[in-house]
């Protein structure tokens, strides 16, 4: 579970803007204006990427009169001009996507609810880009010119261009494929089924683990690592899609907390397809194959192998020939392990490595065994961007100085030494490098300013803007700038001690007059804070006109804070959460200019489920709440992210009922709206209807709004309109709204 991007901007980060009222703007926003075209963030370029000659950057970015179509761009890295690539109009056929791209789309949160083009892949010498474009591939020349190279119908998912250049491969109905430049496709697997595929990740590495391919070329294109998955041990939920035009009925295989998960294995080949190699992932059959990565000379297969309750990770280094393998570490933990993607193996055999093994986030540099700590402190390292093996040097993205930020730096690749600030502070920064180091493309915003994109050198000397951005002339927010405030971050206390960060919107107010509140919360592990100093989108503008406080706080179970902070949650989800959250509550209600008789509490996936737990935990304390795509039985929801945080069901069954929704519903007496997508194939629509049938067996009133043919993410032309608009009546009806 991840936390949603609501509607196509963002309103995942909804506590992203500081704004005052619609008297000092020089226009007023309205609700339908925050989700018209263009975007109010103004351009949002997206998949960053440096050509390999370093002249230019590419980007995924949205369209002025359509803000949810995604087409290719390249900017130019010394003058900054940009020009379109590909359009995705033009290029695409408009055939409808097939089911599996459309699941996985859904679960690649960076593009769920977009259209157009959602990835792409440099070929080595730069000459061409290979685009994905309504289920087929295209190699699209920096010319403009654009050559098609599929054409079926039931098209082609993973695309990519080989490492050296010699092949596009692809998986076509759960087989994989490789074709040589100008030359003919070769089928390399045989034997897809239903339930059989290659070269795809399985539902919870897609969900859960962000793994979204399922194989992996060889430096030297020599050879492939391919997962073969089987989804027969897993059980089947009828999952009825509800839409405005009828109900369609999927026989989904999802694999709920404590059933069988799918078998992966691993195997090597050759690119005709021949010469294949099972790789020995050990004896026990229920694992989690998490990574998989080659040595720079491809004479090694390196795989992360993580047992079924997520407490144990090992490496294992795989001789690709005979598939042998030999555990190269061992991590541990009591509670759970969280993955990552900062594994990077080096030239001379060593490798980097982040592990939180001392409460906190940090790199280390192996070799022959010896760890070598590159960072320490009560921080977290978060992303390497690159590395420079020749200069020796590592550069990543971490929270030193606040957890508030997000900060690039440049430290030593094979030993202890003081760290360099590429970026400046008062900002969330990004980044992406090229393959050489030399060059970084930094992505930054903060809460009164949209994101922006500059190009610099190593240094972290800024050398063009990319993107200014700049909230001026004909820029989109720019009526709006006017009534523009800056966010109030401060701090509260747990019961523990911890330290809590919160973040506060208000309007200019009146001495004398209280305001009601909008709270707004995620409070899930992994993801989803909402106090940081980025940019969100413009939904908070409007609420602040209207008169609304909006404030959110970062509970204990959040990332980013250490390890022994978010543990708290360990087979407890739902406790510490609320306890927070409460804290927040009063914290508020002691405030002079709040009115502590209208405060709505809303949330959406995990942050639907807080709101239920909140709504039970102390009635009376909200004047309402709104559960968006809740959680309500935590049975029903998949094995990798439920058994992380609860264990299995069989193992640690009174965890489940104490911690889902259900066994107190029949305590919530505040006004509630529960919100569902009808075809939502990650929280199942059944978590919903089992609420509502205890409510309704239990004659507590509730209201209710479900949107056909919506999934996880709520939202679209019209429907994002039309899901404010409830809320915004239902909270009117139950008198907790701004007053005229």
Same mark, same amino acid.
């Given at each position: 579970m991840f936390p949603i991007l609501k509607t196509g901007a963002?309103?995942?980060?909804?506590?992203? +803007?500081?704004?005052?009222?619609?008297?000092?703007?020089?226009?007023?926003?309205?609700?339908?204006? /925050?989700?018209?075209?263009? @975007? +109010?963030?103004?351009?949002q370029p997206r998949a960053l990427q440096l050509s390999p000659d370093g002249s230019l950057v590419t980007v995924l970015k949205n369209r002025a009169d359509e803000r949810d179509r995604l087409d290719l761009w390249a900017i130019d890295t010394r003058t900054g001009a940009e020009r379109m690539l590909v359009d995705s109009k033009k290029a695409g056929s408009g055939a409808e996507l097939s089911e599996a791209e459309k699941m996985q789309r859904e679960r690649d949160r960076s593009v769920a609810g977009s259209v157009g083009i959602t990835s792409y892949d440099w070929s080595p010498d730069g000459k061409s880009i290979l685009v994905p474009v309504d289920g087929d591939l295209y190699l699209a020349a920096l010319d403009g010119k654009v050559t098609r190279l599929t054409d079926t119908p039931g098209g082609e998912l993973n695309g990519v261009v080989s490492p050296k250049g010699g092949y596009v491969s692809f998986v076509r109905d759960g087989n994989l494929f490789a074709q040589p430049l100008g030359g003919l496709e070769k089928q390399l697997t045989q034997g897809a089924s239903d339930t059989v595929s290659w070269g795809v990740a399985e539902f919870v590495a897609q969900e859960e683990m962000d793994r979204r391919t399922g194989y992996w070329w060889s430096p030297d294109d020599a050879m492939i690592a391919v997962a073969r998955v089987d989804e027969s041990p897993v059980g089947i939920v009828t999952r009825t899609a509800i839409g405005g035009e009828g109900a369609k009925?999927?026989?989904?295989?999802?694999?709920?907390?404590?059933?069988?998960?799918?078998?992966?294995?691993?195997?090597?080949?050759?690119?005709?397809?021949?010469?294949?190699?099972?790789?020995?992932?050990?004896?026990?059959? @229920?694992?989690?194959?998490?990574? /998989?990565?080659?040595?720079?000379?491809? &004479?090694?297969?390196y795989v992360q192998r993580e047992n079924r309750d997520q407490t144990r990770l090992d490496l294992l280094a795989v001789d690709p020939a005979t598939g042998k393998a030999r555990v190269v570490l061992t991590e541990t933990a009591k509670s759970w392990i969280n993955l990552s993607n900062n594994f990077k193996p080096l030239k001379d055999?060593?490798?980097?490595?982040?592990?939180?093994?001392?409460? $906190?986030? $940090?790199?280390? $540099? /192996? &070799?022959?065994?010896?760890?070598?700590?590159?960072?320490?402190?009560?921080?977290?390292?978060?992303?390497i961007v690159g590395v420079d093996e020749?200069?020796?040097?590592?550069?990543?993205?971490?929270?030193?100085?606040?957890?508030?930020?997000?900060?690039?730096?440049?430290?030593?690749?094979?030993?202890?030494?003081?760290?360099?600030?590429?970026?400046?502070?008062?900002?969330?920064?990004?980044a992406v490098m090229d393959k050489a180091a030399t060059r970084i493309v930094v992505a930054r915003s903060n809460s009164d300013q949209p994101r922006q994109l500059y190009l610099a050198d190593s240094g972290g000397r800024q050398l063009q803007w990319l993107s200014e951005n700049a909230l001026t002339g004909d820029h989109p927010y720019a009526p709006y700038v006017a009534s523009h405030v800056k966010s109030q971050f401060g701090t509260i206390r747990a019961k523990d001690g911890s330290t809590l960060y919160t973040k506060m919107l208000t309007p200019v107010m009146e001495p004398g007059k209280r305001y009601p509140v909008f709270m707004i919360h995620y409070g899930g592990p992994g993801g989803g804070r909402q106090v940081t100093n980025q940019w969100g989108g413009a939904l908070n503008q409007?609420?602040?006109d209207r008169g609304w406080i909006v404030f959110a706080i970062d509970?204990?179970?959040?990332?980013?804070?250490?390890?022994?902070?978010?543990?708290?949650?360990?087979?407890?989800?739902?406790?510490?959460?609320?306890?927070?959250?409460?804290?927040?509550?009063?914290? +508020?209600?002691?405030?002079?200019?709040? @009115?502590?008789?209208?405060?709505?509490?809303?949330?959406?996936?995990?942050?639907?489920?807080?709101?239920?737990?909140?709504?039970?935990k102390a009635p009376g304390a909200f004047a309402a709440g709104?559960?968006?795509?809740?959680?309500?039985?935590?049975?029903?929801?998949?094995?990798?992210?439920?058994?992380?945080?609860?264990?299995?069901?069989?193992?640690?069954?009174?965890?489940?009922?104490?911690?889902?929704?259900?066994?107190?519903?029949?305590?919530?007496?505040?006004?509630?709206?529960?919100?569902?997508?009808?075809? @939502?194939?990650?929280v199942v629509f059944d978590n919903a209807t089992a609420l509502m049938a205890k409510m309704q067996a239990g004659a507590v009133p509730f209201e209710l709004m479900v949107y056909p043919g919506q999934t996880h993410r709520v939202g679209g032309p019209g429907v994002s309109v039309h899901l404010w608009r409830t809320i915004e009546d239902f909270l009117a009806r139950r008198g907790v709204s701004p007053m005229p």
């Open positions: 963002a309103i995942g980060a909804l506590i992203a +803007l500081a704004l005052a009222p619609a008297a000092l703007a020089q226009q007023t926003l309205t609700l339908e204006r /925050v989700f018209a075209s263009p @975007d +109010l963030s103004g351009p009925v999927y026989q989904q295989r999802y694999p709920a907390a404590g059933t069988p998960n799918a078998i992966v294995d691993l195997y090597v080949m050759k690119p005709d397809g021949s010469g294949q190699v099972k790789v020995d992932l050990g004896a026990d059959s @229920d694992i989690y194959l998490a990574r /998989v990565d080659w040595a720079k000379d491809g &004479k090694t297969l055999g060593a490798f980097l490595w982040w592990s939180e093994k001392t409460g $906190h986030g $940090h790199l280390y $540099h /192996v &070799k022959a065994g010896k760890w070598t700590a590159l960072t320490t402190g009560d921080w977290d390292v978060r992303d020749a200069r020796g040097r590592v550069y990543f993205t971490a929270n030193r100085d606040t957890p508030l930020e997000q900060q690039l730096y440049a430290g030593s690749l094979a030993k202890r030494g003081p760290l360099t600030p590429l970026t400046k502070s008062g900002w969330w920064n990004d409007y609420l602040v509970n204990r179970g959040t990332p980013d804070r250490g390890k022994a902070f978010e543990d708290q949650i360990h087979r407890a989800m739902g406790t510490v959460e609320v306890e927070d959250q409460l804290a927040g509550l009063d914290w +508020l209600k002691a405030q002079p200019f709040v @009115d502590a008789g209208r405060i709505a509490t809303y949330g959406w996936s995990y942050g639907g489920y807080m709101t239920l737990k909140l709504l039970e709104i559960a968006g795509a809740p959680v309500t039985k935590w049975e029903l929801y998949d094995t990798h992210y439920t058994e992380r945080y609860l264990g299995k069901p069989q193992d640690k069954p009174s965890a489940y009922p104490a911690s889902g929704a259900l066994d107190d519903a029949l305590k919530i007496s505040d006004p509630m709206l529960l919100i569902h997508g009808m075809s @939502d194939d990650n």
